[in-house]
Nanobody, 117 residues
């Protein structure tokens, strides 16, 4: 399974970014897709995920500011993370991941998000 993340960049505090993660695996085989992030010197932390049936969960730090969705069209399977009201503490490398039916987990390569104050 290949996951290709994109959409990171530099934005001012209060701005917005949309991260995308394109998966090579069929949506039929995916149980969960989501995002983690890792800031310099910190542990990787969960940001948000969405399950096969559309249930979503967010870290407390992301609630009310981030939304997560999936495009399960037949020819593509893309995960989206819309981030608004960005804060300098959101600065991190964001990694998408997927958990397949059968519990195998795969990671994307990461995309850098930098929020300037």
């Amino acid at each position: 399974v290949q996951l290709q993340a994109s959409g990171g960049g530099l934005v001012q505090a209060g701005g917005s970014l949309r991260l995308s993660c394109a998966a090579s695996e069929s949506a039929f085989n995916i149980h969960v897709m989501g995002w983690y992030r890792q800031a310099p010197g910190k542990q990787r932390e969960l940001v948000a995920f969405i399950t096969r049936d559309g249930t979503t969960e967010f870290a407390d730090s992301a609630k009310g500011r981030f939304t997560i969705s999936r495009d399960n069209a037949e020819t593509k399977n893309t995960l989206l993370l819309q981030m608004s009201g960005l804060k300098p503490e959101d600065t991190a490398v964001y990694y998408c991941y997927t958990v397949l039916l059968g519990s195998l987990t795969y990671w994307g390569q990461g995309t850098q998000v930098t929020v300037s104050s």
